[in-house]
């Protein structure tokens, strides 16, 4: 019994070193941010880092996703959809560990038989992923992006790129940029 708990430990320090999951994840600056579970805090820098902000579409986010560079310019925003109340994304910071250009779900197959997730970039082994799809609805727990603004994401993200899922706002750090951009 001892063993199998020890393992069981050994397994799960190794897991939390690849995926930083909390029950919050707080943008303290536009490369900090501070996750909470339970009780407990953990700041996470990345600065110097790739990585994708979603703020989930829910009261008190923004429904967008921005991409920020290394150099802390967020370079790209735009809207999307997360998980309904009942399939609710997960918060955290997370690396990607897939990326397919062609993918269909498995637990949710489009019956057609068209490929319902092209541009995957799956942040979850539970099958979280953001993907091209439809941002006029809410999805299984993924996060849809519209299909001109999911191929420019899709190219630009590697496998060190973090994905931060935020239920707070993040355009307070991201406005700057962006009206550098669009205007």
């Known amino acids: 019994m001892k063993i199998i708990f020890l393992l069981l430990f050994v397994v799960s320090i190794g897991f939390t070193k690849s995926i930083v999951k909390g029950t919050e994840t707080i943008p303290i600056s536009k490369t900090i941010f501070k996750l909470k579970y339970k009780d407990r805090y953990k700041t996470i820098n990345l600065t110097g880092k790739s ?50 250009r062609y993918h269909m779900s498995k637990d949710f197959p489009d019956l057609s038989g068209i490929d319902n997730m092209d541009y995957m970039l799956k942040f979850t082994r539970w099958g979280h992923a953001i993907h091209e799809g439809s941002v006029d609805w809410m999805s299984h727990g993924c996060i849809h992006v519209d299909k001109k603004d999911i191929p420019v994401l899709y190219n630009w993200a590697t496998y060190k790129t973090k994905i931060v899922v935020t239920r707070h706002t993040y355009m307070p750090f991201a406005e700057y940029d962006l009206r550098k951009i669009y205007l």
């Open 51 to 100: 990585f994708i902000v979603v703020s989930v579409r829910e009261a008190g986010s923004d429904g967008r996703f921005y991409a920020v560079d290394r150099d802390g310019t967020v370079w790209w925003s735009a809207p999307i959809t997360s998980g309904a109340r009942e399939f609710s994304s997960p918060s955290g910071i997370f690396p990607i560990i897939e990326k397919k």
